[in-house]
């Protein structure tokens, strides 16, 4: 998540009203949001508490910061889930790194039920990033609020970022730093394959922006539940 992203969905979710309390689905751990990028603490959640909304984090595993660990598409987890009665669910750049996309769109809506809100983000024009893997979902924002079958679509739009260029800067780096870890990443690419992909896919994005799609929708019919085969 980007600072600009993370200003705008701090600005839509104050917006609608009651949103207490928050599922912040995928919320990877407290050094992440506080420390590895600290805009989604200062510019996102930390304004979110202050206007008295309850945010509760929720990842597949337990770590700090993590409130509630499990996967939303065990119906053990979510039926937990659905009883503590979220208003609102954040799902922001998770979408691309799920194999079963329509499952998880169908648990959110489950989760939250009819009447509650999903505001929810996936890259559109940013480079591959495993996180384990990256299915190349890069939705426009019409299709990213489609993805949410039982749900009226409120808002759809693309937010822009910064271009690798400028994040380079941003982190006090520099051109010949950035081209010398990629040169290293390659060298040991057959260890990290994946490492080495991202690392080389950035160059891409070195004078072009970075962009997601943002998509508010809520919940219109009880979800199907999601079908995972089991």
């Known amino acids: ?32 949001r506080e420390q590895a990028r600290p805009h989604i603490e200062h510019a996102l959640f930390a304004p979110l ?24 598409i065990d119906p053990a987890v979510r039926a937990g889930l659905k009883r503590r ?25 489950e989760i939250v039920g009819p009447g509650g809100l999903i505001l929810a983000t996936v890259p559109s024009s940013f480079p ?37 260029r400028e994040d380079i800067a941003a982190r006090g780096s520099s051109l010949r730093r950035e081209l010398g870890r990629t040169l290293g990443f390659g060298l040991i690419g057959f260890a990290r394959p994946k490492s080495f ?14 962009v997601v799609s943002l998509a508010l929708v809520r919940v219109r019919t009880a979800a199907r539940p999601p079908d995972t085969g089991r």
């Open 49 to 72: 508490r202050a206007a008295g909304v309850a945010v509760v984090h929720s990842d597949l595993k337990q770590a700090d910061g993590v409130d509630l660990a499990g996967d939303v």
């Open 128 to 164: 591959y990033h495993a996180d384990p893997i990256d299915t190349g979902y890069r939705p426009a924002p019409a299709e990213l609020a489609a993805a949410f079958a039982a749900s009226d679509p409120l808002l759809a739009e693309e937010v822009t970022g910064r271009t690798y």
């Open 1 to 32: 998540m980007f600072e600009a992203e993370a200003n705008r969905l701090r600005e839509i979710l104050l917006a609608q009203g009651e949103i207490s309390p928050l599922l912040n689905l995928g919320s990877s751990t407290r050094a992440f």
């Open 85 to 109: 009665g979220f208003r609102a669910l954040l799902i922001a750049n998770m979408l691309e790194h799920v194999r079963d996309r329509e499952a998880v769109t169908a648990a959110c809506e």
């Open 197 to 210: 992909r991202a690392r080389l896919s950035r160059w891409r994005w070195y004078r072009r922006p970075y």
